[in-house]
Every structure is written in structure tokens, then in C-alpha cells.
Nanobody
């Protein structure tokens, strides 16, 4: 069992920055690929970034490329999402998710979800 706890959300003006953190319980963090998703009111949840278990591979949605950076610290069981040049359309609840490597897990149905953290970008 893995528990994921997000933090770092808040209210920021357009053009500003936030760093989200997702702390994972357990001693098997480096067995999991990690992802960040977001869901805005009335919209479907979308994957915005992901990082492989080793940190060597990353994915970004087109809408955040060049502005967001995902990273992980396996020693701290934590994955981060640095968000720069924020736009009002980035406003959403951001969720952390974990997908066990080599298990056939896909991002359409991750193994674990965090509870989410609200990010609001004002214009």
C-alpha cells in the first residue's frame, strides 16, 4: 500500500510560480513511475507530467511544456512539480499518482492517487 500526500498548492497571480510536492509512504517508492494530473471544474482529468521510476524519463502535456518541470527524489520518497509562468487556465485541482513499474499499470488507471491540492491562478 502506498499513500500519496500532495502539498504546495495555493493562489498565485498569472506569471507566477508554485512548486507542488507529493510525499509517498512506504519503502518502495523507486518501484513506481509517478505522475501529476489535474482536473478543472467541468473538465476531464488530464495527465500533465510523469517521471519514470529512475527519474531518467519524463513526459509533459503540450499545454505545460517549457513551463512545468517534474522531478523526484527517491531518497525522500517525493516527487515535485515546478510550475512557472502560470496561466489562469492552469487553475485546477492537481493530483499525484503512482504506477508500479513492470506491472502493466497504465496512466488511464494508476495504482494510487493522492487527495489533490488546489492551484488557483488569478489574471
Amino acid at each position: 500500500q502506498v499513500q500519496l500526500v500532495e502539498s504546495g498548492g495555493g493562489l498565485v497571480q498569472a506569471g507566477g510560480s508554485l512548486r507542488l510536492s507529493c510525499a509517498a509512504s512506504g519503502r518502495t517508492f523507486n518501484n513506481y513511475n509517478m505522475g501529476w494530473f489535474r482536473q478543472a471544474p467541468g473538465k476531464e482529468r488530464e495527465r500533465v507530467a510523469a517521471v519514470s521510476w529512475s527519474g531518467g524519463g519524463t513526459y509533459y502535456a503540450d499545454s505545460v511544456k517549457g513551463r512545468f518541470t517534474i522531478s523526484r527524489d527517491n531518497a525522500k520518497n517525493t516527487v515535485y512539480l515546478q510550475m512557472n509562468s502560470l496561466k489562469p487556465e492552469d487553475t485546477a485541482v492537481y493530483y499525484c499518482a503512482a504506477c508500479k513499474k513492470g506491472s502493466g499499470c497504465s496512466w488511464s488507471q494508476p495504482d494510487y492517487w493522492g487527495q489533490g491540492t488546489q492551484v488557483t491562478v488569478s489574471s
